[in-house]
């Protein structure tokens, strides 16, 4: 399955809520996880980039989807099946 606006968008949703349910909030997430709130909010919207001209969907890189699956205490691969990725 090819990596879309779709499921960045759907991911970005899963994440939002997973956060919302842990009581975290984006400041704390993000610091926690090494990125920048920016780069979270940008991630729970599945946008790669704010600018309003920019297109292509977000792409976490690994080590970032471990930051954020450690935090919020599950695997990598938890976390994708929460997505329903």
Same mark, same amino acid.
């Given at each position: 399955?090819?990596?879309d ?5 759907? $991911? @970005?949703a899963?994440? !939002?809520? %997973? !956060?919302?349910?842990? @009581?975290l909030?984006?400041?704390?997430l993000? $610091?926690r996880?090494?990125v920048?709130?920016n780069? /979270? ?8 980039? @704010?600018r309003? #001209?920019?297109e ?5 890189? %690994?080590?970032?989807?471990?930051? $954020?699956? #450690?935090? /919020?205490? /599950?695997?990598?691969? #938890? /976390?994708?099946?929460?997505a329903? %990725?």
């Amino acid at each position: 399955m090819p990596w879309d606006e779709t499921r960045a968008k759907q $991911f @970005g949703a899963t994440l !939002r809520r %997973l !956060r919302e349910e842990r @009581g975290l909030s984006q400041e704390s997430l993000a $610091f926690r996880a090494g990125v920048t709130k920016n780069q /979270l909010q940008l991630i729970e919207y599945g946008k790669s980039s @704010g600018r309003r #001209d920019a297109e292509g969907p977000s792409n976490p890189q %690994l080590s970032t989807l471990i930051g $954020f699956a #450690d935090i /919020l205490q /599950l695997s990598v691969s #938890d /976390l994708l099946a929460e997505a329903e %990725l």
